[in-house]
């Protein structure tokens, strides 16, 4: 519990004072330890590496040798492949085996406490997304070619699944890998884009089409990326964070082992799929501390700021406002918080199916509520709400990162979409499970 009393809707509940049914004295000091780290090796320069649309190299290697970015990773951590490489605690105060998605949680709320995606993003986005597919579907011997190296920070990873002409429709990458004559390589041509972290990374976990159209032709490759033949790679300037690596990829005529399959030929799709859940709960995470961030600095402002003699906290459209953001931004926490508790409870299996569209519902309801938090902070914080520097900068530069909340890990509508057709999907599978078999006794 915090020791001194926070600003309103600075802080999740459970941190400004008030009980709550999820945290154990683990995740309690986990989230000590956590923010201690973070702050003294994040969160206070972000913004400045922000400006500089680049967090220093070394900033990767602190958080390497501390063990900071294995808490990317989805729960449970992969306990017997961390112990063998020597990581046996994060931070000295949870052991890899006792981790579980509420520390999680605790760790993506925390690293988002800049307000800032780039920072964070420069550093978390490979770990997070790339490696999951290798350890749940690659083989041991790829496993053991790739993983030591990418789990110790000697070398980066991406996930790269987005294309110049597709983006939320996996099923339309045109990203090709055809087999040589001997069988031995694939060569790989094409181009992914909007692709986090790739500008850094020696290898990606990449999309690519084996066989024929649609999703039943997709496959999963590692592809070298830095300094190997074919791929030329550069920076893409985009709207919102700029320190975070978006890179656009090209590939003519790449030669990548066979062997560099993760999983069977064919299985992409699914694959990529049951990464998607992962992915989508952390941004929800990520995204929710970020609109705490926008309301409490509008909240603090307004406290403080004088308008038309007197203090705009006592204007009751102001008030109104923050009422309004306040209780959108607590209802989403609430649910995020609901989710995480049942991550800790299911299954992989059973999580992917009863928790999988509601997840995308939770990510796009995310940016719903960023986007109402940071206009409001914006609207109150007036001139100042608009201008990239002095005290209004941080909500300012929050405000522009919305479209990159709404857009990536699945844009909006089609998170919304996805959501109902899987509710859908399973409240009918369970219905024809219930239904009695044709001829069978009415008692």
Known sequence: MSASQSLPFSEPPYLAGLPSPYYSPSHLKWQKACRAFLEENLIQHAMQWEREETVPADVFRRFAAANMLIPSLPAPLPVALLKKLGIHDILGVVQVEDWDYVHTAIYCDEIARSGLQGPSASLTTGMAFGVPPILKFGNQELQDRFLPDILLGRKRICIAITEPEAGSDVANIQT??????DGRYY???GAKKWITN????????MAVRTSGPGPGGLSLLVVPLLGHPGVTMRPLKVTGPTSSGTTYISLEDVRVPVSNLIGEEGMGMRYIMTNFNHERLTIAIGVTRQARVALSSAFEYCL?????????????????RLAKCGAILESQWAWIEQFVYQMTKLTKGEADVELGGLTALAKARAGMVLDECARCAVLLFGGNGLTKSGQGELVEKIYSEVPGTRIPGGSEDVMLDLAVRQLVKNYQTKTRAMERPKGSSKL
């Open 187 to 189: 060569i790989v041509n």
């Open 176 to 181: 090709t890998a055809v087999k040589t004559d």
């Open 198 to 205: 790739g500008i850094w990374s020696s290898n990606a976990t």
């Open 304 to 320: 403080r700021r004088e308008a038309f003699g007197k203090i705009l906290m006592e204007q009751p459209v102001v008030r109104h």
